[in-house]
């Protein structure tokens, strides 16, 4: 069994950070490919960021949060961050995140790629 477990949500005024921690336990590490995805009121959930580590590690981002949004991994911690930069109201989600037991040769953008999720943290960002 896997667990996730989200932190680091909160409301936050446009132009703000956040920075949302997941720290998994269980039958799992940090080593895994690992993902964040988002979910607004009245929307399909959505591509965030993604992250493998072997093959030279390789990260990709959805356009909407490139050059704002950073993946990393604390490895001793068994923890994954997402670190959020420029926030606009957009931004406003329910934010999950999720754990492959594959090695994938890229990171998976697509939710059916992963087999654990998180309860997820929620994130406001005002105008």
């Known amino acids: 069994q896997v667990q996730l477990v989200e932190s680091g949500g909160g409301l936050v005024q446009a132009g703000g950070s956040l920075r949302l921690s997941c720290a998994a336990s269980g039958r799992t590490s940090s080593n895994n490919a690992m993902g964040w995805f988002r979910q607004a009121p009245g929307k399909e959930r959505e591509f965030v960021a993604a992250?493998?580590?072997?093959?030279?590690?390789?990260?990709v981002y959805a356009d909407s949060v490139k050059g704002r949004f950073t993946i990393s991994r604390d490895f001793a911690k068994n923890t994954v961050y997402l670190q959020m930069n420029s926030l606009k109201p957009e931004d406003t989600a329910v934010y999950y995140c999720?754990?492959?037991?594959?090695?994938?040769?890229?990171?998976?953008?697509?939710?059916?790629?992963?087999?654990?999720w998180g309860q997820g943290t929620q994130v406001t960002v005002s105008s």
């Open positions: 992250s493998i580590i072997w093959s030279g590690g390789s990260t």
């Open positions: 999720a754990v492959s037991q594959t090695r994938p040769k890229a990171p998976i953008t697509y939710g059916e790629g992963y087999d654990y």
